[in-house]
């Protein structure tokens, strides 16, 4: 199973990206979906998650302004990211797990990529 993060880049404050997450391998009917991010001297922090039943979550921080969303015939997940602060500015990660329930209160993913940064300059 592969993952690979793409659409970061660097954007003032209110503005917008649209982060991709391209996935192969991945076999298994049920699963968790996820985005992490992990800003300079800070945990890891769960953001936003969708399950194979179609439910998502969102941590408080992002509600109402990141949404997830997936393409299954492109085998791609997204997070679009709207109204972006600078405490967003983080590297941001995708994650995928067979589990598919408590998708965003799950700390351990069985497959990662390798992140693409966010900066939100004020």
């Known amino acids: 199973v592969q993952l690979q993060e793409s659409g970061g880049g660097s954007v003032q404050s209110g503005g917008s990206l649209r982060l991709s997450c391209a996935i192969s391998?991945?076999?298994?009917?049920?699963?968790?979906m996820a985005w992490f991010r992990q800003a300079p001297g800070k945990g890891r922090e769960g953001v936003a998650a969708?399950?194979?039943?179609?439910?998502?979550s969102y941590a408080d921080s992002v509600k109402g302004r990141l949404t997830i969303s997936q393409d299954n015939a492109k085998n791609t997940l997204y997070l679009l990211m709207n109204s972006l602060k600078p405490e967003d500015t983080a590297m941001y990660y995708c994650?995928?797990?067979?589990?598919?329930?408590?998708?965003?209160?799950?700390?351990?993913?069985?497959?990662w990529g390798q992140g693409t940064q966010v900066t939100v300059s004020s």
């Open positions: 994650a995928a797990d067979r589990a598919n329930v408590y998708c965003l209160l799950r700390n351990k993913y069985d497959y």
């Open positions: 391998g991945y076999t298994y009917s049920t699963y968790c």
């Open positions: 969708i399950s194979s039943f179609g439910s998502t």
